[in-house]
């Protein structure tokens, strides 16, 4: 059974810091390409950042480049995705995902979500 599992999220001041994971089984993490998504409160899922399954490629959305990094342990089955300088605007559910392209299309398994709240 596949499972992807969030963690990490919660309440940080704007300038914070989060890091979220994903922890995931029943299916061979180290052939998949994986990425973050994130959906405001009244808004469409977006895209936020994807890897590579070799860990040497990385995309970002314009909104979270410089500011937000992705990475993966292949041998921990574990995906990241380090917050830096969070903006209120950051405050969405964010979900891991995986299988799909880099630039953020065709994602076949996702997690449940975690919720960010960054209070200005």
């Known amino acids: 059974q596949v499972k992807l599992v969030e963690s990490g999220g919660g309440l940080v001041q704007a300038g914070g810091s989060l890091r979220l994971s994903c922890a995931t089984s029943g299916f061979t993490f180290s052939v998949y390409n994986m990425g973050w998504f994130r959906q405001a409160p009244g808004k469409e899922r977006e895209f936020v950042a994807a890897v590579h399954y070799s860990g040497l490629n990385t995309n970002y959305a314009d909104s979270v480049k410089g500011r937000f990094t992705i990475s993966r342990d292949n041998a921990k089955n574990t995906l990241y995705l380090q917050m830096d300088t969070l903006k209120p605007e950051d405050t969405a559910d964010y979900r891991c995902?995986?299988?799909?392209?880099?630039?953020?299309?065709?994602?076949?398994?996702w997690g449940q979500g975690i919720q960010v709240t960054v209070s200005s």
């Open positions: 995902a995986a299988g799909g392209s880099l630039a953020g299309a065709g994602y076949e398994y």
